[in-house]
């Protein structure tokens, strides 16, 4: 009975507690270190978590720019310029817009040069064609994507005419390809389990590309030269995929999100890229040369000079106007003419004033031909000696030729007998027969009685026949004014008298 009466009270004990604590709101004790520390990382993952749905990803920035001529250096300019707008834009990715046969090899080098250490990833949309010098540098890029229908390689160096060079060139160009293979380094595969390293560009099939005698298995015959189709690229590794634009390039490499600026040519770099066109620069260099010559024929300041000065104009405005002429190479050229002219008109012979005149100008001349930008390269040893031989045999040659042609064009103009002569020069003969005397003789005047206008000091003034001339004492004798005297003599243009 007492243990019945004990569960009773405990019970409505119980009912009563219950009832309170939903009657009133209960008290909320403030949380322990432990809680707050165990709970922060739940909180800032839900703040993490919620951040990250509202806000975008960032569109990459995508910079593409042309080659679509032949390689020449105006092609190394727009690639320097155009790598340097991709850098200050802070770029994700640069493409490559190729459609080249070729050009000149050194300039193709320089580029090659400078896409291998630029600091961001480089695709080449090969836009139908990337020959020679266009597989070389297409080759360096991190990248190749090529349209349907496009073909890369064939890479041996011609001269002008097409014609295959000696094969010392192509040992080079070997070279070139090869090492440029070799850049990307090597990659595993895996094959019945078993992983091996393989390079990532055969560098056997760079070579292949110059060479008609190196043969590949199962790629390329000997005696034939070789070039890929997209599919043969794609499948030995020289192409990382098809595309017909440049969004197909992005989306086959995985890029989803981004935004292009594409670099457009103006007029502006089509005439700096045909006055710097290695002919037009010969050319400007014998207007230089020629119409310097011809003024220092001809004394005073004359058409020679004014041609002069529109060919050093067309020669050095281009290079300025791109950034390439630096102010040494002007003032070395300006220097070195000053030479020259004051070895000619002040020092006898010619001496060290003037072989220093001529180092001066032709090296002035020859390096505001080359891009400033890669002769940083020359310490490395990466920079080939024919970006520096190129530009000096180019002034060298045309100095050489102005001259010449400078000489033979005078002794024919200024001193032979022609047609053009008579326009461009004073050639008229002026003879005594046809009245043209460099003073009066006056021999009819011997004999004659005079009156002295001035004193004879031995020489003076004397009047006869109504007019006054230029006369002497005879003898050496002062003879006093309005004195008569006889003329005795005339001599160049003076008459000599004696006191009658």
Not at 125 to 133: D, P
Not at 424 to 445: F, I, K, P
Request: hydrophobic letters at 45%.
């Amino acid at each position: 009975m007492k243990r019945f009466l004990l569960l009773l009270a405990l019970a409505g004990a119980g009912s009563f507690a219950t009832t309170e604590l939903r009657g009133v709101e209960p008290e909320r004790s403030e949380p322990t270190t432990e809680q707050l520390s165990a709970e922060e990382p739940a909180a800032a993952q839900t703040v993490a978590a919620e951040t990250f749905a509202t806000e975008t990803p960032t569109a990459k920035k995508v910079y593409v720019f042309p080659i679509r001529e032949d390689i020449m250096p105006a092609t190394v300019r727009l690639t320097a310029k155009c790598l340097e707008q991709a850098a200050a834009m802070e770029a994700d990715y640069i493409i490559v817009n190729m459609n080249t046969y070729g050009g000149l090899l050194d300039a193709a080098d320089s580029i090659r040069t400078m896409l291998q250490h630029v600091q961001i990833p480089v695709f080449t949309f090969v836009n139908n064609q990337a020959a020679s010098a266009g597989a070389l540098i297409a080759l360096a890029t991190d990248s190749i994507y090529m349209r349907p229908g496009a073909s890369i390689g064939a890479a041996s160096v011609v001269d002008g005419n097409g014609e295959v060079m000696p094969d010392k060139y192509q040992s080079f160009m070997r070279s070139m390809m090869r090492s440029t293979a070799e850049a990307h380094g090597k990659v595993p595969v895996v094959e019945k389990g078993d992983t091996t390293w393989v390079w990532r560009r055969n560098p056997r099939i760079a070579e292949a590309m110059v060479d008609p005698s190196i043969v590949v298995g199962g790629i390329s015959e000997e005696g034939k030269v070789l070039t890929f189709t997209p599919d043969e690229a794609i499948e030995w590794g020289y192409c990382e995929g098809r595309a017909s634009s440049v969004e197909e390039v992005l989306s086959a490499a995985g890029i989803d999100n981004y935004e292009v600026t594409e670099y457009q040519t103006t007029f502006l770099d089509a005439l700096i890229g045909f006055l710097t066109n290695p002919v037009a620069q010969g050319i400007f260099i014998m207007l230089i040369i020629g119409g310097i010559y011809f003024e220092l024929q001809t004394p005073g300041v004359g058409f020679p000079l004014a041609v002069a000065i529109i060919g050093a104009m067309l020669y050095f405005a281009p290079l300025y106007v791109e950034g390439l002429l630096a102010n040494w190479e002007l003032i070395t050229f300006i220097a070195g003419i000053i030479l020259i002219i004051l070895e000619i008109f002040v020092t006898p012979g010619f001496g060290i004033l003037g072989i220093t005149g001529i180092i001066a100008v032709i090296t002035g001349l020859a390096f505001a031909l080359i891009e400033t930008g890669v002769l940083k390269y020359i310490p490395t040893g990466e920079l080939p000696a024919g970006v520096i031989i190129r530009p000096f045999m180019i002034v060298i040659i045309s100095t050489a030729t102005a001259f010449i042609l400078s000489v033979l064009l005078g002794n024919r103009f200024l001193r032979g007998r022609s047609v053009l002569r008579n326009k461009l020069v004073l050639a008229a003969d002026m003879t005594a027969g046809e009245g043209y005397v460099s003073h009066e003789t006056h021999h009819n005047l011997v004999g004659c009685t005079a009156v002295t206008s001035t004193q004879l000091r031995p020489a003076g003034k004397i009047f006869i026949d109504g007019k006054y001339c230029e006369a002497a004492s005879d003898n050496g004798i002062f003879i006093e004014k309005g004195v008569t005297v006889t003329i005795t003599r005339t001599e160049g243009g003076v008459v000599y008298c004696r006191e009658s």
